[in-house]
């Protein structure tokens, strides 16, 4: 009998820690690195191309928030080919799966969250998977949203691709993010006529309408008056960030436990029959 209990306390650890396995926190592998921005244009810059991969969140949808970099409808490079882009180095081949990009959604000043937003990866910066379109968590006006998709492919390169909502110029993002979790696939190149972004976008030359609070000159919204109602930062809820990294010591830490609870039942059983 205490042979069988003592077997089964055995099977019942280590169910529980296939199942902290199973529920831990993949690790955000875009955390510090470096990235290339497309559709860059006038102050809202990035100084040292890492407020994107810093885990440094926007507290408000308002474009004075230094964690914002701006990516404009007007840019050379949107104008060229339809959207902007980011594209993240993560510095080595790993498993991309859950994706996450943060934005302002402020339509008042011409900040709108993109109206499209595709995902590609790659291993070589060259050939690009057909892209995974994100979905927003929720889409309120003034505040910080988030919108998330999952590739489930191997890459080295990700590719955010954004396109503007109608009646707005810019584009802000404060932080964008890269998992390693889900199952890893290879990379299948998109049909040729899927490799390009389909443009969605509001002409460039569409001004933003007059009763909005922004400037005439839409390409630079730090001009615009402050409206009363923004001095009261968003929600904070807003600014929560996503848990990130550390997980590896603690995949460790738990699969020594299981084996050390393994080897100990199997010494009491053998003691037993003895």
């Given at each position: 009998?205490?042979?069988?209990?003592?077997?089964?306390?055995?099977?019942?650890?280590?169910?529980s820690?296939?199942?902290?396995?199973?529920?831990?926190?993949?690790?955000?592998?875009?955390?510090?690195?470096?990235?290339?921005?497309?559709?860059?244009?006038?102050?809202?810059?990035?100084?040292?191309?890492?407020?994107?991969?810093?885990?440094d969140?926007?507290?408000?949808?308002?474009y004075?928030?230094?964690?914002?970099?701006?990516?404009?409808?007007?840019?050379?490079?949107?104008?060229?080919?339809g959207?902007?882009?980011?594209?993240?180095?993560?510095?080595?081949?790993?498993?991309?799966?859950?994706?996450?990009?943060?934005?302002?959604n402020?339509c008042?000043?011409?900040?709108?969250a993109p109206?499209?937003?595709n995902?590609?990866?790659?291993?070589?910066?060259?050939t690009?998977?057909?892209?995974?379109?994100?979905e927003y968590?929720?889409?309120?006006?003034?505040?910080?949203?988030?919108?998330?998709?999952?590739?489930?492919?191997?890459?080295?390169?990700?590719?955010?691709?954004?396109?503007?909502?109608?009646?707005?110029?810019?584009?802000f993002?404060?932080?964008?993010e890269?998992y390693?979790?889900?199952?890893a696939?290879?990379?299948?190149?998109p049909?040729?006529?899927?490799?390009?972004?389909?443009?969605?976008?509001t002409?460039?030359?569409?001004?933003?309408?007059?009763?909005e609070?922004?400037?005439a000159?839409?390409?630079?919204?730090?001009?615009?008056?402050?409206?009363?109602?923004?001095?009261t930062?968003?929600d904070s809820?807003?600014?929560?960030?996503?848990?990130?990294?550390g997980?590896?010591?603690?995949w460790?830490?738990?699969?020594?436990?299981?084996?050390?609870?393994?080897?100990?039942?199997?010494?009491?059983?053998?003691?037993?029959k003895?």
């Amino acid at each position: 009998m205490k042979k069988i209990v003592s077997v089964f306390i055995a099977l019942t650890l280590v169910l529980s820690l296939c199942g902290i396995f199973a529920f831990a926190e993949a690790e955000n592998v875009a955390a510090g690195k470096s990235y290339e921005l497309n559709g860059l244009r006038d102050q809202y810059l990035d100084d040292d191309t890492k407020k994107l991969t810093n885990g440094d969140y926007a507290a408000s949808s308002h474009y004075s928030e230094p964690q914002y970099v701006g990516l404009s409808l007007n840019s050379d490079f949107y104008s060229a080919n339809g959207c902007a882009s980011i594209i993240v180095d993560l510095g080595e081949s790993v498993n991309v799966g859950k994706v996450v990009i943060s934005l302002s959604n402020h339509c008042s000043a011409g900040i709108g969250a993109p109206s499209v937003i595709n995902v590609s990866v790659s291993a070589d910066k060259s050939t690009w998977s057909e892209a995974v379109e994100l979905e927003y968590e929720d889409l309120t006006e003034a505040a910080v949203v988030k919108a998330i998709g999952v590739v489930n492919l191997t890459a080295q390169y990700v590719k955010y691709e954004l396109i503007a909502s109608e009646g707005n110029s810019w584009m802000f993002v404060d932080e964008v993010e890269v998992y390693n979790d889900g199952e890893a696939g290879e990379i299948t190149p998109p049909t040729p006529d899927e490799s390009t972004p389909v443009d969605e976008s509001t002409p460039a030359n569409e001004s933003t309408p007059a009763d909005e609070s922004a400037p005439a000159d839409e390409s630079k919204p730090a001009n615009e008056s402050k409206p009363a109602d923004e001095s009261t930062p968003a929600d904070s809820s807003e600014t929560e960030e996503t848990p990130e990294g550390g997980n590896t010591a603690l995949w460790i830490g738990l699969g020594v436990v299981a084996l050390v609870v393994i080897v100990a039942v199997i010494a009491i059983v053998a003691k037993k029959k003895k």
